[in-house]
């Protein structure tokens, strides 16, 4: 095994799971590098000695790639590629006992608010002054920005808040310094994350802050996108709604997962909300927000899921029309309420039930992409894939909404750059155009 001292030390980070986990990461390497330590994220060149997984735990297949992925670097350290392996996140939070008996060559287990006992083990120091600073590992024009930690919710299927803990809302004038910051590095679009989002202030001012929040930060100069990620719908602070509408740097997009529409699964699932209140809200967010993109998120195959309580989840897919939809299938989570239920959904059934809903969404989206054939659309550009520039209008969010293409053979943009592009073509989640400036 090759020896190193401290100073040569090179640490690569691997972040699995969601946003929230990635800016968890990219705090971790703005301490690392601030105590001198030489730190990557998920570098290509493999030549770190040192390799810190910040894990994810919170369903089946999430859970399976983050012990996959611990195994693998395990098996480096045994072939001696790599000297030490500490593993963090949501999994180890959840069973830190178990998986240090399971895993013993793992050098240390850290939970998800450890992050100064993991800089100690490094021989580092945790950093007060770096609050509201982080190295960015997205492209530099767009970052997440967590908002607050934790959840107060009581959703039967979810085993977040066992992991994260109750919400904690970070304070505007921080958030606020974090954006300036962020925008001094070249970010012009950020993407506000959180557990639940709509919850932002409770905790902190005793009244729900989202809208002041947002305020405050469209106010902060250069930042040309704001985007509302993880939006829970009962008790949705309307004012934010209004504060959209005044900037035009606040897209016209809310996130907000809805998991499911009967009455009977909504109750089951102990989401506080009613059918008719939800399809009262997304009728007044579209009243209010003209044009306004809605992205939610429906889980199919939790306890006592009926095939009528599908059929019922199909039509209103099909007749809501969201411009983006995210399908999750039932994951049966020890120490959840719905842990408790009997998983009564045989997998198969989950697995069809979230394809039939993905196919209806496909001919929803096809048709909604059709109407924006002629028209022109600011265009945030991203990355460059097979002979074409790649972008986003403000009504899509990255690495999860649809895409704006534009041929390299006749058009030239720098990254990170916006162009107006005129769509020529749509497919079900692709427009294809052309830059007209
Ligand atoms: S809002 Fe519900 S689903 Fe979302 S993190 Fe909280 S408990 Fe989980």
């Given at each position: 095994?090759?020896?190193?001292?401290?100073?040569?030390?090179?640490?690569?980070?691997?972040?699995?799971?969601?946003?929230?986990?990635?800016?968890d990461?990219?705090?971790?390497?703005?301490q690392?590098?601030?105590?001198?330590?030489?730190?990557?994220?998920?570098?290509?060149?493999?030549?770190?000695?040192?390799?810190?997984?910040?894990?994810?735990?919170?369903i089946?297949?999430?859970?399976?790639?983050?012990?996959?992925t611990?195994?693998?670097?395990?098996?480096?350290?045994?072939?001696?590629?790599?000297?030490?392996?500490?593993?963090?996140?949501?999994?180890?939070?959840?069973?830190?006992?178990?998986?240090?008996?399971?895993?013993?060559?793992?050098?240390?287990?850290?939970?998800?608010?450890?992050?100064?006992?993991?800089?100690?083990?490094?021989?580092?120091?945790?950093?007060?002054?770096?609050?509201?600073?982080?190295?960015?590992?997205?492209?530099?024009?767009?970052?997440?920005?967590?908002?607050?930690?934790?959840?107060?919710?009581?959703?039967?299927?979810?085993?977040?808040?066992?992991?994260?803990?109750?919400?904690?809302?970070?304070?505007?004038?921080?958030?606020?310094?974090?954006?300036?910051?962020?925008?001094?590095?070249?970010?012009?679009?950020?993407?506000?994350?959180?557990?639940?989002?709509?919850?932002?202030?409770?905790?902190?001012?005793?009244?729900?802050?989202?809208?002041?929040?947002?305020?405050?930060?469209?106010?902060?100069?250069?930042?040309?996108?704001?985007?509302?990620?993880?939006?829970?719908?009962?008790?949705?602070?309307?004012?934010?709604?209004?504060?959209?509408?005044?900037?035009?740097?606040?897209c016209k997009?809310?996130?907000?997962?809805?998991?499911?529409?009967?009455?009977?699964?909504?109750?089951?699932?102990?989401?506080?909300?009613?059918?008719?209140?939800?399809?009262?809200?997304?009728?007044?967010?579209?009243?209010?927000?003209?044009?306004?993109?809605?992205?939610?998120?429906?889980?199919?195959?939790?306890?006592g899921?009926?095939?009528?309580?599908?059929?019922?989840?199909?039509?209103?897919?099909?007749?809501?029309?969201?411009?983006?939809?995210?399908?999750?299938?039932?994951?049966h989570?020890?120490?959840?309420?719905?842990?408790?239920?009997?998983?009564?959904?045989p997998?198969?059934?989950?697995?069809?039930?979230?394809?039939?809903?993905?196919?209806?969404?496909?001919?929803?989206?096809?048709?909604?992409?059709?109407?924006?054939?002629?028209?022109t659309?600011?265009?945030?550009?991203?990355?460059?894939?097979?002979?074409?520039?790649?972008?986003?209008?403000?009504?899509?969010?990255?690495?999860?909404?649809?895409?704006?293409?534009?041929s390299?053979?006749?058009?030239?943009?720098?990254?990170?750059?916006?162009?107006?592009?005129?769509?020529?073509?749509?497919?079900?989640?692709?427009?294809?155009?052309?830059?007209?400036?």
């Amino acid at each position: 095994m090759r020896a190193r001292n401290h100073k040569q030390d090179k640490i690569n980070i691997i972040t699995l799971g969601c946003s929230k986990n990635l800016v968890d990461s990219e705090v971790m390497m703005s301490q690392l590098k601030a105590n001198d330590l030489e730190v990557s994220h998920e570098a290509e060149k493999d030549d770190s000695n040192i390799v810190i997984i910040n894990t994810c735990g919170f369903i089946d297949n999430a859970k399976k790639e983050s012990i996959d992925t611990i195994l693998d670097y395990v098996d480096r350290k045994e072939q001696g590629a790599i000297d030490r392996v500490y593993v963090t996140g949501c999994l180890s939070h959840r069973y830190k006992e178990d998986l240090e008996k399971e895993i013993p060559e793992v050098d240390a287990w850290f939970g998800t608010l450890e992050l100064p006992r993991l800089l100690n083990t490094l021989g580092a120091d945790y950093k007060h002054e770096l609050i509201g600073e982080r190295l960015i590992t997205t492209p530099t024009h767009y970052a997440y920005m967590k908002i607050s930690e934790g959840c107060n919710r009581p959703c039967s299927f979810c085993a977040i808040p066992l992991m994260r803990g109750n919400h904690v809302s970070k304070p505007i004038e921080q958030l606020v310094k974090e954006a300036e910051h962020l925008v001094k590095n070249g970010t012009k679009e950020i993407m506000l994350i959180a557990q639940d989002s709509t919850y932002y202030g409770l905790d902190l001012y005793n009244e729900r802050k989202l809208g002041q929040l947002m305020d405050a930060l469209a106010g902060v100069e250069g930042l040309d996108w704001i985007r509302l990620h993880y939006a829970y719908p009962s008790q949705f602070p309307m004012d934010a709604l209004e504060v959209m509408k005044k900037h035009a740097n606040i897209c016209k997009y809310i996130d907000m997962p809805l998991q499911h529409i009967t009455d009977n699964m909504l109750k089951a699932m102990r989401r506080g909300i009613s059918k008719r209140r939800t399809l009262e809200l997304i009728d007044t967010i579209r009243k209010e927000v003209p044009g306004i993109a809605l992205r939610t998120t429906m889980l199919v195959g939790h306890p006592g899921e009926t095939e009528e309580d599908f059929e019922e989840l199909k039509a209103f897919i099909r007749e809501a029309k969201f411009e983006r939809l995210g399908v999750f299938t039932y994951s049966h989570e020890e120490n959840t309420h719905a842990g408790t239920l009997v998983d009564d959904v045989p997998d198969e059934v989950k697995e069809q039930r979230a394809a039939e809903l993905m196919e209806v969404q496909e001919e929803v989206s096809f048709e909604l992409n059709q109407e924006k054939v002629g028209k022109t659309y600011k265009v945030l550009f991203d990355r460059v894939e097979g002979g074409y520039f790649i972008g986003r209008t403000e009504f899509d969010s990255p690495e999860v909404d649809n895409e704006v293409l534009v041929s390299k053979k006749d058009h030239f943009v720098r990254l990170g750059d916006f162009a107006n592009v005129k769509i020529s073509q749509a497919s079900a989640f692709d427009l294809y155009g052309d830059i007209v400036n």
